[in-house]
């Protein structure tokens, strides 16, 4: 009960990380953009009948062709993260439903050409989104902050950007 109100208060911080297309630097933007859950479960903004959603952006890492952020949701609208960034010009990496592209190692690594005979696939075979760390308050009063590494995955796409940047 105590965790369910802290959410409820939006007093949780939550921060996840995610690698989008393109160049963007941004220090703490406020992206505040309403979002609208359509009936087929797509979430898009929508200033007559979204509601609010807020989230704060800002760029940890520039490489190449890509950017490493670290996004911190106020509200928690569905997609909301994907579909802010997306909105900006910055889709994710493999997030196919919100204009983001899959990232083949043949686009990132100069040398690199697939075998022939067989089809490359992408580095991550999900949207580049990971939830990272949460904060709250125990019920004693102390602050806790559970931080979560990065799956193999998005340590592969990030290990992969870093090498050939």
Excluded: W
Aim: overall charge positive; proline content about 5%; glycine content about 4%.
């Amino acid at each position: 009960k105590h965790a369910n109100n802290q959410f409820a208060e939006r007093t949780v911080e939550k921060a996840y990380h995610a690698v989008a297309d393109g160049l963007h630097n941004f220090s703490e933007e406020l992206i505040d953009l309403p979002l609208f859950i359509s009936s087929s479960g797509m979430a898009r903004v929508n200033y007559k009948t979204g509601k609010p959603a807020t989230t704060v952006v800002t760029s940890l890492k520039l490489y190449k062709y890509h950017t490493l952020f670290e996004c911190k949701p106020v509200t928690g609208r569905m997609h909301q993260i994907r579909v802010h960034l997306a909105a900006i010009g910055a889709p994710l990496v493999a997030d196919l439903t919100y204009g983001g592209k899959d990232l083949f190692l043949s686009a990132i690594k100069k040398k690199y050409r697939p075998k022939l005979e067989i089809e490359e696939r992408p580095i991550m075979a999900r949207v580049a989104l990971h939830a990272f760390s949460l904060k709250f308050q125990e019920l004693n009063g102390n602050t806790r902050q559970i931080d979560c590494p990065y799956p193999k995955d998005f340590r592969t796409v990030i290990n992969q950007l870093e090498k050939n940047s």
